[in-house]
């Protein structure tokens, strides 16, 4: 007997969108097949910090055991820098009730154990297998695998990171310009690092994210102009520039000769048309990326993943699978609000921080201000949306 090749669900990327889409749709009833083009996990370019939503939603899932493993440190606050300014800290708000505000990770140990966790529930993960070729043919779609197998489906998720080919198969995908880049390496530091993640505000708006990976060990990653990388001759030059210009990095952290390796990627956001198409949807980055200013790429990626089996389990419950459509439209305006509130959030912060006299002004604030501190932290780090943080921000000065 020849085994089908036809599911309900087939889910393109094996990152954390596309892990924790097809376990918890597998876990509503569906037949899911899962294909990662990659036979082994990478460690992807990312900050590597888990905000305090994303920890919700792994809890609110069953996995938070995840979190317990190796490579897997609690966070407690934030540290913000300015070589002008100074140095500005505060716990997250969850510090205050034992709670850990968010997770360091090491992505690679994450994105291996949340799949190991999908196929151990039934998914059925595809390792190594490039989806090469999309064709839909009513209802659903076929998929072509590079080593030219095909597969059928009623609904197709893209979750295939910020090049998706997905989004680009669709014709979704908007072409960004190569005007920033994102730089990372791993740097070890002279003493146990705290349980903090950093921010240091450079000139021209870039900036410097410091999350801790080990004991003794950073995630240092720059985000910068493309026109910066020319003046200091490359990836290389950028980090010793700022790293020689800015003492307090030079406090704990240890710049080895030769230097370490460097990863860049570039454009660091990724816009599309639209997050859904007949009988097809995005999750993850694969469905709009924000510049990583706000640190919160792999919680987008959860709460995507999260919105949108809600959604095709209530479809699944109202037994209205022909027309999941409708319940695609349902995902595309929860995830626009979503989307509105941090692309807003973050296009206003990158505004912010070129911005010198206004920088001073609200280190001055936040400084004398420790709720209002506070309240910031918590935008932050998600633990309020930005419009219930910047209100709480808001209440805290007048009532401050």
């Not at 597998?26 to 899911?32: L, N």
């Not at 996990?41 to 938070?64: D, H, Y």
């Not at 055991?65 to 997250?92: M, Q, R, Y």
Request: hydrophobic share 40%.
């Amino acid at each position: 007997m020849i085994a089908s090749t036809h599911t309900d669900i087939i889910v393109v990327g094996g990152g954390p969108a596309g892990s924790l889409t097809a376990y918890l749709l597998h876990q509503a009833g569906f037949s899911v097949r899962l294909f990662e083009a990659n036979p082994t996990v990478k460690r992807k370019i990312c900050g590597e910090f888990l905000c305090f939503e994303g920890v919700t939603i792994l809890g609110q899932a069953g996995l938070s055991a995840l979190l317990e493993g190796d490579g897997a440190l609690p966070g407690n606050g934030v540290k913000i820098v300015s070589n002008t300014h100074g140095v500005i800290k505060s716990d997250f708000p969850q510090v205050k009730r034992d709670e850990p505000g968010g997770y360091c990770l090491n992505r690679q140990v994450f994105d291996e154990a949340l799949l190991k966790v999908t196929e151990g529930a039934g998914v059925m993960l595809h390792r190594g297998s490039p989806i090469t070729h999309l064709q839909h043919q009513l209802p659903g779609w076929q998929v072509t695998t590079q080593l030219g197998a095909t597969y059928t489906c009623d609904l197709l998720v893209g979750a295939d990171g910020f090049r998706s080919i997905v989004a680009r198969q669709l014709g979704l995908t908007i072409p960004a310009p190569k005007k920033r880049y994102a730089l990372r390496c791993f740097l070890p530091t002279r003493r146990k690092n705290e349980r903090v993640i950093e921010m240091h505000l450079l000139d021209e708006g870039n900036y410097i994210g410091i999350d801790v990976v080990e004991d003794y060990c950073v995630n240092f990653s720059i985000v910068a102009n493309g026109d910066t990388l020319k003046q200091h001759g490359g990836a290389e030059g950028v980090i010793r520039h700022y790293y020689q210009t800015h003492p307090v990095l030079q406090e704990n952290i240890m710049l080895p000769d030769p230097m370490p390796p460097i990863e860049a990627m570039s454009p660091v956001s990724h816009r599309v048309k639209d997050c859904i198409a007949p009988d097809a949807v995005l999750v993850g980055d694969a469905g709009g990326f924000i510049e990583p200013l706000t640190g919160e790429g792999m919680t987008i990626a959860l709460w995507t993943a999260t919105t949108l089996a809600k959604q095709l389990a209530r479809c699944r419950e109202n037994r209205a699978w022909q027309q999941r459509n409708r319940y695609l439209r349902a995902y595309k305006r929860q995830k626009q609000w979503h989307y509105f509130q941090k692309s807003t959030l973050a296009q206003f912060l990158y505004w912010f921080i070129k911005q010198e006299q206004a920088v001073d002004q609200a280190y001055r604030f936040l400084s004398q201000r420790p709720q209002c501190l506070e309240a910031f932290t918590g935008v932050i780090n998600n633990t309020y949306t930005p419009l219930r943080g910047f209100f709480a921000l808001a209440l805290a000065a007048l009532i401050g």
